[in-house]
């Protein structure tokens, strides 16, 4: 039996390396301005920092009320890195298994959704199906690195204002159950680095005001805080992964020979911060941390985002309306939540416009950076019917 050409499209965009640290965006490119000429949608390529290698590809479906606030279909196209020794098959293979299970980096996070934004329009198109509002999907780089030369960097360009975002649909996650999950908000990620100075010496000393002990309080006070989050997590379980505040403690570093005590360590932690919880209040917990382990300790950000905005997901917000309607006369179940991690939602957060995480994959785990990704064939075919109902729905709302 012939194999739908959706999941061929698919399984060659998985094969493409956009591989984090060193992503190949020129194939990645030729093979989506392929697919645009295709659908005869017209394409352009922005520019987005100084660096040649860094472009957002954005395709265009034009509504016949043009006027109208848009609606964005959002991905990116890089990966993040794998270890092949940990994978059943090649992780840039696309292996097929007789499940018609599809096992490549990228398959849930995010070249999926990519994929079954184009095919939905390839479908509507050929059915003479027309929208009022235009359609617009982005195809943006470095997201699996923190969005500095894409989104973060296409957003304040008059490139993107004149796109006149409406609304947006980013990525969200897989759930292994019957239902399908939407987030509406997402935690912030701080990525701090807390540097311990002391007196050095001989490893066979008593030394006091040592970088250790300050560091070590520093970690005690960090990790406490962590166990009292988790604790919560376990303890209510009205609670998602999005409504608490992780923290992990990520890298060690310090000290030149065994028998020298150093006089610097530094550890560094990745936090993330519900948009429930105040983030000047929050720094201040850090900072007294730092105070109460000693003199001489400090703390900077690797990153740092600040923005507490949330999407409405009441009636009231007619975007979320025609999408929760269109998923209801699907028989789709949605659990809504805040995203536990990040994505480029956040910047469109932040700058004002409303947006909705949603990856279309239920009955599926989550594999999104572990070993063996895969997404199931019959999965990603739902998703591009999923498409075909919700695109009309808000680019007609």
Same mark, same amino acid.
């Given at each position: 039996? %012939?194999?739908?050409?959706?999941?061929?499209?698919?399984?060659?965009?998985?094969?493409?390396?956009?591989?984090?640290?060193?992503?190949?965006?020129?194939?990645?490119?030729?093979?989506?301005?392929?697919?645009?000429?295709?659908?005869?949608?017209?394409?352009?390529?922005?520019?987005?920092?100084?660096?040649?290698?860094?472009?957002?590809?954005?395709?265009?479906?034009?509504?016949?009320?043009?006027?109208?606030?848009?609606?964005?279909?959002?991905?990116?196209?890089?990966?993040?890195?794998?270890?092949?020794?940990?994978?059943?098959?090649?992780?840039?293979?696309?292996?097929?298994?007789?499940?018609?299970?599809?096992? #490549?980096? *990228?398959?849930?996070?995010?070249?999926?959704? *990519? !994929?079954?934004?184009?095919?939905?329009?390839?479908?509507?198109?050929?059915?003479?199906?027309?929208?009022?509002?235009?359609?617009?999907?982005?195809?943006?780089?470095?997201?699996?690195?923190?969005?500095?030369?894409?989104?973060?960097?296409?957003?304040?360009?008059?490139?993107?204002?004149?796109?006149? !975002?409406?609304?947006?649909?980013?990525?969200?996650?897989?759930?292994?159950?019957?239902? &399908?999950?939407? &987030?509406?908000?997402?935690?912030?990620?701080?990525?701090?680095?807390?540097?311990?100075?002391?007196?050095? *010496?001989?490893?066979?000393?008593?030394?006091?005001?040592? %970088?250790?002990?300050?560091?070590?309080?520093? !970690?005690?006070?960090?990790?406490? &805080?962590?166990?009292?989050?988790?604790?919560?997590?376990?303890?209510?379980?009205?609670?998602?992964?999005?409504?608490?505040?992780?923290?992990?403690?990520?890298?060690?570093?310090?000290?030149?020979?065994?028998?020298?005590?150093?006089?610097?360590?530094?550890?560094? &932690?990745?936090?993330?911060?519900?948009?429930?919880?105040?983030?000047?209040?929050?720094?201040?917990?850090?900072?007294?941390?730092?105070?109460? %382990?000693?003199?001489?300790?400090?703390?900077?950000?690797?990153?740092?985002?600040?923005?507490?905005?949330?999407?409405?997901?009441?009636?009231?917000?007619?975007?979320?309306?025609?999408?929760?309607?269109?998923?209801?006369?699907?028989?789709?179940?949605?659990?809504?939540?805040?995203?536990? #991690?990040?994505?480029?939602?956040?910047?469109?957060?932040?700058?004002?416009?409303?947006?909705?995480?949603?990856?279309?994959?239920?009955?599926?785990?989550?594999?999104?950076?572990?070993?063996?990704?895969?997404?199931?064939?019959?999965?990603?075919?739902?998703?591009?019917?999923?498409?075909?109902?919700?695109?009309?729905?808000?680019?007609?709302?």
């Amino acid at each position: 039996m %012939a194999e739908n050409q959706a999941v061929t499209n698919f399984r060659e965009y998985l094969r493409i390396k956009t591989v984090q640290p060193d992503p190949d965006y020129d194939s990645s490119t030729q093979f989506l301005k392929r697919q645009a000429k295709e659908l005869d949608l017209p394409v352009k390529v922005y520019k987005t920092w100084d660096n040649p290698h860094r472009e957002v590809l954005v395709m265009t479906w034009e509504g016949t009320e043009p006027n109208l606030p848009s609606l964005l279909l959002n991905s990116h196209t890089d990966v993040v890195p794998v270890y092949p020794e940990h994978w059943k098959h090649d992780a840039f293979g696309a292996v097929k298994d007789d499940n018609g299970d599809i096992y #490549a980096r *990228g398959t849930q996070d995010m070249k999926s959704v *990519g !994929i079954q934004y184009l095919e939905a329009i390839r479908r509507l198109k050929k059915s003479g199906k027309q929208c009022k509002r235009t359609v617009h999907l982005t195809f943006v780089p470095d997201e699996e690195i923190g969005g500095k030369e894409g989104m973060d960097a296409f957003l304040p360009s008059k490139d993107f204002t004149d796109l006149s !975002i409406g609304f947006a649909l980013d990525e969200g996650l897989a759930n292994p159950t019957d239902a &399908f999950t939407v &987030f509406y908000g997402e935690r912030s990620p701080w990525w701090v680095a807390v540097t311990a100075k002391g007196k050095p *010496g001989h490893g066979s000393r008593f030394i006091e005001d040592t %970088a250790a002990e300050k560091i070590r309080r520093v !970690i005690n006070s960090f990790l406490d &805080f962590r166990a009292e989050e988790e604790k919560r997590l376990k303890n209510h379980t009205e609670f998602k992964l999005g409504d608490v505040t992780t923290v992990n403690l990520t890298k060690l570093q310090g000290g030149i020979q065994t028998n020298v005590v150093p006089d610097q360590f530094k550890a560094s &932690f990745d936090i993330r911060i519900p948009p429930t919880v105040d983030h000047v209040s929050f720094e201040d917990k850090i900072k007294n941390w730092c105070n109460e %382990a000693g003199p001489d300790v400090s703390y900077d950000f690797e990153q740092k985002f600040v923005g507490d905005n949330m999407t409405c997901i009441t009636d009231g917000n007619i975007w979320w309306t025609a999408f929760s309607e269109a998923c209801k006369h699907m028989d789709m179940q949605l659990e809504t939540e805040i995203f536990p #991690a990040a994505t480029d939602s956040r910047f469109l957060r932040k700058a004002g416009y409303k947006c909705i995480g949603f990856s279309p994959m239920n009955r599926t785990p989550i594999l999104l950076h572990d070993h063996n990704e895969f997404l199931n064939e019959g999965v990603f075919l739902r998703g591009i019917d999923i498409y075909e109902g919700l695109i009309p729905a808000l680019a007609n709302c």
